[in-house]
């Protein structure tokens, strides 16, 4: 992978956190952003996307403060749709430390530095059992949700284990706080651990509702 310039355009949202080799859909419609993607698209492909902290819903439309760890993405497809809007899927590229903001109308652009992380968990020898465990306890988690769930497009090509921590990091059912938390982690083992423990605790929850449900019935008249 070619090293990350140095300044990226700023993409702050409040409810997003981009990995490293995940994979993010978006629907950009705000005009800055239309021009920020415009501009993007017309570059290298890449921006940063940051997590909006908490208060922003008072200076939205202005510099509201983010995260300083985010993540830099590569557009790999979009569309171009009536009015100017996009339709946009990134590529998680490169964790960085945003080290300066500066106005660059009618949008942000950081000043960013790569963060290395501890990959050593990807060479460990459980790595693939633990990686098949994690899919299966994400499966379960999401098809609960969404019956319909494509893992694959979720997923894209070339799955390996560093892809399939980062994206079930990116779409698992936690507060956008604790997923900047995930990203913040210094070591991929890390996250995988942390990650898995919530899962196993979610199977679990749903174990034990399953296990009682037809103590509760939903039609109270059958009591």
């Not at 557009?75 to 300066?100: C, D, M």
């Not at 693939?128 to 098809?143: G, I, M, N």
């Not at 991929?188 to 399953?210: C, E, H, K, V, W």
Request: proline share 6%; with cysteine; hydrophobic share 40%.
């Amino acid at each position: 992978m070619a090293a990350t310039p140095d300044l990226q355009p700023l993409f702050p949202l409040p409810n997003v956190v981009l990995f490293p080799k995940g994979v993010l859909a978006l629907h950009v419609f705000e005009p800055r952003y239309r021009t920020m993607m415009a501009d993007v698209l017309k570059g290298d492909q890449t921006l940063c996307m940051a997590l909006l902290k908490p208060g922003w819903e008072a200076d939205y439309h202005g510099s509201p403060e983010v995260y300083g760890v985010a993540c830099v993405g590569r557009v790999v497809q979009h569309h171009l749709l009536e009015g100017g809007r996009y339709n946009v899927t990134l590529r998680g590229e490169a964790k960085v430390a945003i080290e300066g903001i500066k106005a660059d109308q009618p949008y942000r652009v950081a000043r960013v530095r790569e963060i290395g992380e501890d990959r050593s968990w990807v060479a460990s020898r459980d790595v693939q059992d633990e990686v098949a465990e994690l899919l299966t306890l994400f499966r379960r988690a999401r098809l609960g949700e969404n019956a319909a769930l494509d893992m694959a497009q979720m997923f894209g090509p070339g799955v390996n284990p560093e892809s399939v921590v980062n994206t079930v990091a990116m779409y698992v059912n936690v507060e956008p706080r604790v997923k900047q938390e995930l990203l913040e982690l210094d070591s991929l083992g890390s996250r995988f651990s942390a990650i898995a423990r919530y899962l196993r605790d979610t199977a679990a929850t749903q174990d034990l509702l399953d296990r009682v449900r037809h103590l509760y019935p939903a039609d109270r008249r059958r009591n």
